[in-house]
């Protein structure tokens, strides 16, 4: 949990260095003071480059994003919501591009269960810390998602501390799905590889007249020679006895 503060110890705070989850710290006026590993490590920045930056300039909102993306809007008014309110803020669900590091003129598309809470000095705000967690649920979830991040807008901040638990609890399930769609993708990826190998040890038993495990055996060998995945070999296999 973060506590008072003032916003030059975060580059130096080792737990705030160390936490999992994304971390920006941002002072009052929207300059971004201190990142820690996880947010480099997940946005592809150094430190070096995102400090002493404005936010919305090192995470300008993406020119070409689909029509009704309200990502910049809606971590705008957050912020000044935290600011004015002094009290965290949840968008729930958001949308927000970011730049590809290989190529600046080019966003990747990416969405997050982003919170934003005051940082504390000498009893004053003095900046906004962003947590922001990234997730992957299906497209359709996001027009439910964003009417009801229109409601929380909607509330005063005494109200919207009553609807905290609701949106932890939202927060919660988000994370859980976004777990389980990782996971059933892996699963698909690995029984789509597995099927791949299978038809290409058939191809090798067929061709050369050897066992399961013989041909298994020349796959594995084939991939260690040339460094390339053994589902990749597979799969370079069957398509040349496909195009010969």
């Known amino acids: 949990?973060?506590?008072?503060?003032?916003?030059?110890?975060?580059?130096?705070?080792?737990?705030f260095r160390e936490d999992p989850v994304p971390l920006l710290v941002l002072d009052r006026d929207l300059v971004i003071r201190a990142v820690n590993r996880a947010h480099e490590q997940v946005m592809g920045f150094p430190e070096a480059a995102l400090v002493s930056r404005d936010a919305f300039d090192a995470y300008p909102a993406n020119p070409g994003a689909e029509e009704g993306d309200?990502?910049?809007?809606?971590?705008?008014?957050?912020?000044?919501?935290?600011?004015?309110h002094r009290h965290p803020?949840?968008?729930?669900?958001?949308?927000?591009?970011?730049?590809?590091?290989?190529?600046?003129?080019?966003?990747?598309?990416?969405?997050?269960?982003?919170?934003?809470?005051?940082?504390?000095a000498a009893g004053e705000v003095?900046?906004?810390?962003?947590?922001?967690?990234?997730?992957?649920?299906?497209?359709?979830?996001?027009?439910?998602?964003r009417a009801f991040r229109e409601v929380l807008r909607?509330?005063?901040?005494?109200?919207?501390?009553?609807?905290?638990?609701?949106?932890?609890?939202v927060v919660w399930a988000l994370r859980?799905?976004?777990?389980?769609?990782?996971?059933?993708?892996?699963l698909r990826e690995a029984l789509t590889s597995r099927a791949t190998i299978d038809q290409a040890k058939g191809i090798l038993m067929g061709r050369h007249g050897v066992t399961a495990e013989a041909a298994f055996?020349?796959?594995?060998?084939?991939?260690?020679d040339s460094n390339v995945r053994l589902a990749e070999v597979a799969s370079a296999l069957i398509y040349q006895v496909q195009h010969p």
């Open 70 to 84: 309200d990502g910049r809007r809606s971590m705008e008014a957050s912020f000044e919501r935290v600011l004015r």
């Open 217 to 224: 055996a020349e796959l594995v060998r084939l991939s260690n």
């Open 89 to 120: 803020h949840h968008l729930v669900l958001q949308r927000y591009d970011i730049p590809d590091v290989a190529s600046p003129d080019r966003f990747l598309p990416r969405t997050w269960l982003p919170v934003n809470a005051p940082v504390w």
């Open 176 to 186: 859980s799905w976004g777990e389980t769609l990782r996971e059933a993708e892996q």
């Open 1 to 15: 949990m973060i506590g008072p503060a003032d916003l030059t110890r975060w580059r130096h705070d080792e737990e």
């Open 126 to 145: 003095a900046g906004i810390v962003v947590r922001a967690e990234e997730v992957r649920v299906p497209d359709e979830t996001h027009q439910v998602l």
């Open 154 to 169: 909607e509330q005063g901040a005494g109200e919207e501390d009553l609807l905290t638990p609701v949106v932890q609890a």
